[in-house]
């Protein structure tokens, strides 16, 4: 079936060094991609987002990259901070079969800021 | 703002019992979700609630049950609980409408454990 998956269950960087997560999907119907970040214990808290129509979207420290023609998506962050120590998650939203909408999500990468 | 703020934060269950979580928000969303997450797996949709009055199945609805209660309030039931319910239980919120193209507002979550 679709899926949404990450290529690295773990990362880890140095503070000060950008971080790259990565993430594949498979449902060419999906049009809408969000990155979560989800802090131990917490919620996941919405970081960027960004629609099919786009390539490139910029946030503050954070860049997500979609290229449609390898369904990859990844989430850069400059300048990587202690306070970035989390899981991420990306999530798809397309139409399904169903004619609904639904909104899928990878199972996450951790990353691990160094000091 | 509160935000979205979920009850209980913990909860044990013995196998067969029932319980309901609760969840509400004030931010005037329209629409509400409720999504369960697992070890090592990404959070999977169970019911959401497009508008007030309505309610939609997910991904993973069997032995749940929902009520949009008003327009900030949504909760979610266990009849029978069961060890496969064991999962920690988000809510989430909305301003658009349905499932994809919006962000999302994440509770702290539920931790469940049924023995």
């Known amino acids: 079936g679709e899926s949404v998956g990450l290529h690295l269950p773990t990362l880890s960087v140095q503070e000060g060094d950008n971080s790259i997560i990565n993430c594949a999907y498979s449902?060419?119907?999906?049009?809408?991609f969000i990155w979560y970040k989800q802090e131990s214990g917490k919620g996941p808290q919405f970081i960027i987002d960004?629609?099919?129509?786009?390539d490139k979207r910029q946030g503050q420290r954070v860049t997500v990259l979609l290229n449609k023609t390898v369904k990859h998506l990844s989430l850069q962050i400059a300048a990587t901070q202690p306070g970035d120590s989390a899981v991420y998650f990306c999530?798809?939203?397309?139409?399904?079969?169903?004619?609904?909408?639904?909104?899928?999500f990878g199972s996450g990468t951790r990353l691990q800021v160094q000091p | 703002n509160a935000g979205v703020t979920q009850t209980p934060k913990f909860q044990v269950l013995k196998t067969g019992q029932s319980m309901t979580l609760q969840c509400a928000q004030d931010?005037?969303?329209?629409?509400m979700y409720w999504y369960r997450q697992d070890p090592g797996m990404g959070l999977r949709l169970i019911y959401y609630?497009?508008?007030?009055?309505?309610?939609d199945k997910g991904e993973v609805p069997n032995g749940y049950n929902v009520s949009r209660l008003n327009k900030r309030e949504f909760s979610l039931r266990l009849e029978s609980a069961a060890p496969s319910q064991t999962s920690v239980y988000f809510c989430?919120?909305?301003?658009?409408?349905?499932?994809?193209?919006?962000?999302?507002?994440f509770g702290p979550g539920t931790r469940l454990t049924v023995l």
């Open positions: 989430a919120s909305s301003e658009a409408p349905g499932v994809g193209y919006n962000e999302q507002f």
């Open positions: 449902n060419s119907a999906s049009d809408y």
């Open positions: 960004i629609r099919s129509n786009m």
């Open positions: 999530a798809e939203s397309g139409l399904m079969d169903t004619g609904r909408r639904a909104l899928t």
């Open positions: 931010m005037n969303h329209n629409s």
């Open positions: 609630s497009a508008s007030e009055g309505t309610t």
